[in-house]
Structure formats: C-alpha cells, structure tokens
C-alpha cells in the first residue's frame, strides 16, 4: 500500500513501498559501510595503541639510543642486580638498538624493488599485448598461484635450492668478475645473507606487482595503444610511452604496496637472511636482518630475561615497523594524489 510524503512545498506525493524498501535498504547498506570502515580502522590504531603501552618502558629504557646503537644484547640473565635507566630496569649490561634491523629492512626493500619492478612492469605488459588471447587465462593463473603461497614455501625453497646456488655458484662468479665494484667483492659467505633475502622477497612480491599492474592496464581503454600504433608508434613504444604514463598512480600504488610487502616479511627472510646481529652487511652476500625476522628469531631468548626488557624492546622494534609501514602508506597516498593531479592537467 502507497505511503504519503510531504515534499518541501507542502504538496503531499505517494511513495510506493517498493521506493521505500529501497530507501531503507540503502541507509542501511550505508550504515553498516561505515561501521565496516570505521571498526577496521579502530582495530588499526587501537593494536598499535596496546603495543606502545607495552613498549613505553623500553622506550624509556632504551631513549633515543634505540634508533641509533647497532648493539642488541638483552645482558646477563645469570648475573646479579639490575640496570636501570629513566626509572625503568633491565638485566645487567642489557642494551637494545635497532640500528642494524632497520638498515637492513630498508636496504634488503629497496634492493628488492630495483630488482622487481622493472621485470614486473614487462611481465604485467606482456600480459595484456604479448601472450596470446588462448594463454592468458593460464598465465593469469600462474601469476595468481605465485601471490598464493605461503612465504615459508619460499623460504624452504630458498634454503633448499637458492642458498647452495649462491654459495657454489654466483658468488664465486660475481667476486671474480665484478669484485672490483663496492658492495660486490669480498668473502662470500655461506650464502645466506642479503642477496638470498632480495632474490626471495623478489619472487614474492613480483606476482603482486604484475596482478595490479595487469589490472589497471586492462582497466584502461585500449584506445590509448591503438592511437599510439596508429601514430607510428612501435609496439614498445605506445607500451613504455603511452599505456605505462596513463597508469601511473596504479602503477605506483603496486610498487608501495609490494614495497610494504618487502619491508615486513618474516619467515621467509628469516629462512636465508643469515641472521646478522650488531653488524652492517659488508657486501651483498654478507649476512643481514630485518625488524620483522629479528622479532621472531630473539624472542625466544627474549622470554628468559626475568625483567621483561627484552620482551618490551622487541615490542618497540613491532612500534617502528609498524611506524615505518604507516609511513609507506601515507608516501604512497601522495604520490598517488600528485600522479592523480598531473594526470588531470594532462587531460584538461
């Protein structure tokens, strides 16, 4: 049965309840929307809330010194007394500095970037204009498979098949040939360490960065590579002059987001990255470490120390990646937004 409205100049007009289950079921859709959006938000800043309460008496204990030491040592379990510092204590000769788990983060993520991104951006390319129609669904698939396993798949693979190859093989290769660039010679290690960590973070983020830049190519109208081969262009040149320039907030929105990736894998790592404490890698076989892997290799050793320092400091490394990852974001956002603008004075 129709329902009467008052409209805005006093003029009664039927509504019929189909227009008002609509009505409804939008509000409705828009509120839950909302909550949805708001609750996983909340759970953001509220894990992050608990973890710098946790963390502040390391933050305490440790000050400013934690950003720049490259010394980790939760100090003597078996000893006598208490080191306190700012009011807070910790066991004797304990001293935490992230230095070295943070330049190895960002060393093994940007080195891993400088290799991934340009094979994924030809893969994504070739994806859409090379493959033929009959095999794309395959090599979609494949692509997806890749993005789809677990990180410890890889990290076994990486000890298993990739760290022998480095040790017998590259290593001795690259020493021999290239030795006299910087970062390229000296010993060689056992082959585990920072290029073992990039080759595997490498295979784990390329299928991320060739699914969204498959995605935002097709989303594109093809009109843009047709009218670039129309011109005169070659193949390569309406792909890399073209098609890449009008994805660009896309395309740089997949290199963050495996950047992310990157920064804050684990396992995977942890499985080949030979596990450096309180040292700097001297070339690209020495052995490194991240934030995330070190959380996961001293917390063990971390649960014996009686006075919870080191416990907490580990927590204060969780802090600064997850810190260090919230920047990433807001990084990618802008450039995003600025990619976003140039794109819209293009047009205009």
């Known amino acids: 049965m129709a329902t009467l409205e008052m409209s805005a100049g006093g003029v009664a007009k039927a509504t019929s309840p189909s227009a008002l289950q609509r009505k409804i079921s939008q509000t409705l859709l828009r509120a839950l929307t909302g909550v949805a959006a708001l609750f996983s938000f909340a759970i953001i800043f509220i894990m992050l809330f608990f973890l710098l309460v946790y963390a502040y008496p390391a933050i305490r204990f440790n000050g400013w010194g934690f950003f720049t030491s490259p010394i980790w040592n939760i ?29 190895g983060s960002v060393l093994s993520a940007l080195l891993t970037m400088l290799v991934s991104v340009p094979l994924a951006l030809m893969v994504g390319l070739a994806l859409v204009y090379r493959i033929p129609r009959q095999l794309r669904p395959i090599a979609n698939a494949l692509v997806e498979l890749m993005a789809g396993i677990p990180s410890v798949v890889y990290g076994l693979w990486g000890l298993v098949v990739l760290v022998p190859w480095i040790s017998n093989a590259l290593a001795p290769w690259v020493t021999s040939h290239l030795g006299f660039i910087p970062f390229l010679g000296g010993p060689t290690g056992s082959g585990t360490g920072l290029i073992a960590s990039v080759f595997i973070l490498s295979l784990m983020v390329i299928p991320i960065m060739v699914a969204t830049t498959r995605d935002v190519i097709l989303a594109q109208s093809n009109a843009i590579f047709e009218a670039s081969m129309a011109l005169g262009s070659t193949s390569w040149q309406a792909m890399t002059r073209a098609v890449l320039p009008s994805v660009r907030s896309g395309i740089v929105a997949s290199i963050m987001l495996a950047f992310g990736r990157a920064i804050g894998e684990t396992m995977a790592v942890l499985m080949v990255c030979g596990s450096a404490i309180n040292a700097f890698p001297s070339n690209i076989f020495s052995p490194v470490n991240t934030i995330a892997a070190v959380i996961v290799s001293q917390l063990e050793s971390a649960l014996t120390d009686a006075t ?41």
Do not use: K, W
């Open 75 to 103: 100090g003597n379990q078996y000893g006598s007394g208490v080191a306190t510092r700012n009011g807070f204590s910790g066991a004797p000769g304990a001293e935490f500095g992230a230095l070295v788990f943070i330049f």
């Open 308 to 348: 919870g320092m080191a416990q907490r400091s580990l927590a204060e490394l969780a802090c600064t990646l997850f810190i260090i990852t919230l920047l990433i974001n807001v990084i990618a956002r802008a450039m995003m937004r600025g990619a976003d603008r140039r794109e819209g004075r293009g047009h205009a």
